[in-house]
């Protein structure tokens, strides 16, 4: 009996050491993936201009500074694959997928409505790493009512609203939310300046923790290099109101880098972003690795 238990004890080792080393080979096979991708990219766009344009043939730098715009007159569909890694989570990724939706609505001769939906995707580890747990998470939809003709600062004021969504037990919140949220940003030269603030509160929800008491700030700076290549500083700086005392802030410092360009017919955008928590909550990530992939459906010619 006893060298049955350690032959157990021993296999299962052999199966944790085997599922983080696949972890650890997924997670380098997607950046080199990413990195190969924006390493070929004007390869094609060289062959694009090489060909006589098209007659619906788009700007990319005007296309890619559209996209900085969270109220701008762009339809885009993002897939966000973010890879949380490090710190106390050691060799587990946990791993977010954000599919978020940008439609904007004329309401008025005067107004336009930008609805933001945010649908995670979630895969969380389990402490001891022998698992995952795998679900939608809280849906989020953010309303932006933004003057069809701006002056030289553009803005954009509404409701955040937070869906009890989750169907993953260890990050359940049972809470529906609402809260104020708010963008402005300036466009100057190859310059893309601004910022985006929500605060979530809890208003129903069926009586279990925890609560929602969140606060979101994105600053961004964005320069455009041309070409529909562009520098981006976007960090998610967060609050978490309901945490215990010093645990509240989550903040990243980080870059990232994007391509803009048209794939045949198809407008798109590549991204790819790196930040390191400079401040975070215990049993929390240290770094993240972001990927974004937004297919982009311009309501007018840039």
């Given at each position: 009996m006893p060298c049955d238990a350690d032959s157990r004890r021993a296999a299962t080792g052999t199966e944790i050491e085997t599922r983080q080393v696949m972890t650890s080979r997924l997670y380098s096979l997607h950046v080199c993936f990413v990195a190969a991708t924006l390493t070929c990219l004007p390869a094609l766009a060289h062959a694009q201009q090489a060909a006589p344009p098209a007659p619906e043939e788009h700007d990319a730098t005007a296309l890619a500074k559209a996209t900085q715009n969270p109220v701008g007159d762009l339809v885009s569909l993002p897939f966000q694959f973010n890879f949380n890694n490090g710190g106390d989570l050691g060799d587990r990724t946990l791993f977010n997928l954000n599919f978020q939706p940008v439609i904007p609505f004329s309401v008025s001769t005067s107004w336009n409505l930008i609805a933001r939906t945010i649908i995670p995707v979630n895969s969380i580890p389990s402490s001891d790493g022998t698992t995952s747990f795998s679900g939608v998470g809280d849906i989020q939809e953010e309303l932006f009512f933004t003057p069809k003709k701006p002056g030289a600062l553009i803005w954009?004021?509404?409701?955040?609203?937070?869906?009890?969504?989750?169907?993953?037990?260890?990050?359940?919140?049972?809470?529906?939310?609402?809260?104020?949220?708010?963008?402005?940003?300036?466009?100057?030269?190859?310059?893309?300046?601004?910022?985006?603030?929500?605060?979530?509160?809890?208003?129903?929800?069926?009586?279990?923790?925890?609560?929602?008491?969140?606060?979101?700030?994105?600053?961004?700076?964005?320069?455009?290099?041309?070409?529909?290549?562009?520098?981006?500083?976007?960090?998610?700086?967060?609050?978490?109101?309901?945490?215990?005392?010093?645990?509240?802030?989550?903040?990243?410092?980080?870059?990232?880098?994007?391509?803009?360009?048209?794939?045949?017919?198809r407008p798109m955008q590549l991204a790819m972003q790196y930040y390191y928590n400079a401040k975070r909550p215990d049993g929390s990530a240290a770094s993240l690795l972001r990927i974004v992939v937004s297919l982009l459906y311009p309501t007018r010619k840039h």
């Open positions: 954009g004021i509404g409701p955040i609203v937070s869906l009890p969504t989750s169907t993953i037990p260890t990050a359940r919140t049972g809470s529906w939310g609402l809260g104020p949220a708010g963008v402005v940003l300036k466009m100057t030269g190859p310059w893309v300046l601004g910022g985006l603030v929500t605060q979530t509160w809890t208003f129903q929800d069926d009586g279990t923790d925890p609560k929602v008491d969140s606060f979101l700030l994105q600053p961004f700076v964005n320069y455009n290099f041309g070409k529909g290549w562009a520098l981006a500083f976007g960090p998610n700086i967060t609050a978490n109101w309901e945490a215990p005392s010093g645990q509240e802030w989550t903040i990243p410092v980080g870059l990232g880098i994007s391509r803009t360009t048209v794939l045949g017919t």
